[in-house]
């Protein structure tokens, strides 16, 4: 559900001085917390304070008493606490203003401002800004929130019970650092239901322009900030799109789950002579379709609604051709049990996307599973590799951007992969 005015602050949010559990860990379980693992899983806890509320701050200590850092815990879930410090930190209105300047900074270092005007547009028209992410859960030490900058707008999610539980302070944070026009709230994850809170779109602060605009690597990009995917766009990805400069002029291109089409446009911009965006989403289509048209590039990309699997399957049949082919699926690895039904999936379309690349064509192929490995995605595209008797090199390999660090510690925290593979 939408609302279009901020809610009412909860009754249970913290208060300067707010008392603090104490909790011990089971004899050896604190041996990965110690080497920098973020949590801490129920089985792992001697005993469970009988007070304890979703979102309460809590003491960690190991069996034998001694300190280990200082989190938020949830009674609800099986992750049961997620830490925030190696100290005894007080989690008030001066630990979320630091933090987020830590954030801001590390982007600011990193993610210089790119903003160019789209060939369409008035030369007197204002530069549309910048898109990326400003905090990143646990790699910017506030685990169970992400903060997206989308221009003079802002979209944060709050995914746990302690962030949600720390709203206000979280949203003056914010404002203060970052004095965007307009926040809005993106907590429609299912993440949210399991912590045992409501899903939620919401403004919360200002309004939303008509047409909120970004610059995305030189191309003119709207968002739309309530009911796009994520936050509005899929951020992870932009610095992985320059990696088809190369290989997409002259070239015939399919671009399978391309949602608003930046890797289309990316490819119709280097010189493809025909691009082919394929989606299940309408107004991901639509979106699409429109982005083609605002950057001058209608007369080289076609978007249309599909099942991938069934257009893959045809695109076979019909013994169609193509130069290159990307592959930017959703996630499909949900649970760590259900690894070999992804497997399956991916293996099939990347099989068929192989078998439709002329001698000497690119496989631009992702996964955004943190649940599969590296290497376990590598060895699915080998064996798909050898199924269709191709020759196949990986060329070039790309993550998750700068704006989305990894953890060291939390393998969780590297979740996407993308290979450039040329199919000889």
Not at 88 to 109: G, K
Not at 343 to 351: M, Q
């Amino acid at each position: 559900m939408v609302s279009t005015h901020p809610p009412q602050a909860r009754q249970d949010a913290p208060l300067p001085g707010e008392a603090v559990h104490t909790i011990r860990l089971r004899p050896g379980e604190q041996d990965r917390l110690l080497a920098g693992h973020p949590w801490i899983y129920q089985n792992e806890l001697e005993g469970w304070p009988p007070d304890a509320a979703p979102g309460d701050l809590v003491d960690l200590h190991d069996s034998q008493g001694h300190f280990l850092g200082r989190g938020y815990l949830n009674p609800r879930t099986t992750l049961a606490v997620r830490v925030l410090a190696r100290g005894r930190v007080p989690v008030d209105q001066e630990f979320f203003l630091s933090r987020i300047r830590q954030a801001l900074a590390l982007r600011e270092r990193f993610m210089p401002d790119r903003r160019t005007r789209p060939p369409q547009a008035r030369q007197d028209a204002p530069l549309p800004g910048p898109a990326y992410r400003v905090v990143h859960g646990e790699a910017d030490g506030l685990p169970g929130l992400v903060v997206d900058r989308y221009g003079d707008a802002v979209a944060i999610q709050l995914l746990t019970a302690g962030m949600d539980r720390r709203r206000e302070l979280i949203l003056t944070a914010v404002e203060e650092v970052l004095r965007p026009r307009t926040i809005v709230a993106r907590n429609d994850s299912p993440m949210r239901e399991r912590e045992g809170l409501p899903r939620e779109r919401a403004i919360l602060r200002g309004q939303i322009p008509p047409e909120p605009t970004v610059t995305i690597n030189g191309l003119d990009v709207t968002v739309d900030l309530l009911e796009g995917q994520k936050t509005g766009l899929f951020l992870d990805q932009i610095d992985n799109y320059p990696l088809i400069e190369r290989m997409a002029g002259g070239a015939d291109v399919l671009d399978c789950f391309c949602y608003v089409g930046l890797w289309s446009l990316h490819a119709a911009r280097s010189g493809a002579t025909r691009v082919t965006g394929i989606d299940q989403s309408p107004a991901a289509i639509k979106q699409a379709t429109a982005l083609a048209a605002r950057n001058g590039l209608t007369d080289h990309c076609a978007f249309r609604v599909g099942n991938v699997f069934d257009e893959l399957r045809e695109h076979d049949r019909r013994r169609e051709a193509f130069d290159l082919v990307i592959l930017d699926p959703p996630a499909f690895v949900k649970a760590r049990n259900r690894i070999p039904e992804a497997l399956a999936g991916y293996k099939e379309i990347n099989l068929r996307a192989m078998r439709l690349l002329r001698p000497g064509g690119f496989l631009v192929t992702c996964s955004c599973s943190y649940h599969l490995s590296a290497e376990q995605f590598l060895s699915m595209l080998w064996d798909a590799a050898r199924d269709v008797r191709r020759t196949v090199r990986l060329v070039a390999r790309g993550a998750q951007g700068r704006d989305h660090p990894v953890l060291l510690g939390l393998p969780e925290s590297e979740y996407l992969k993308c290979c450039v593979l040329q199919v000889l």
